[in-house]
């Protein structure tokens, strides 16, 4: 069963997932799919907004990483 994720909960998922390194917005979506058994679901809609407000509060940083192959995606830290 799948589910989607308390608002209240989500910065704190997101903070524990970057604390295990920099990831961009798929891997950590994924890696909070994969610690919750796929229990939660992390829509797009859900993350990115909430990765905005993290940033915006100075809790986490970003930057483009461009990649040999591949499109350029933005890296949290």
Do not use: C, F
Request: proline share 5%; no cysteine.
């Amino acid at each position: 069963m799948q589910r989607d994720l308390p608002k209240n909960d989500i910065s704190l998922l997101i903070l524990s997932v970057l604390m295990e390194g920099n990831r961009h917005g798929y891997a950590i979506a994924r890696e909070i799919e994969h610690m919750s058994s796929d229990t939660l679901k992390m829509r797009e809609g859900t993350l990115y907004p909430a990765l905005r407000i993290l940033e915006q509060d100075e809790m986490i940083e970003s930057h483009w990483e461009t990649p040999e192959r591949g499109p350029a995606r933005k890296i949290y830290t």
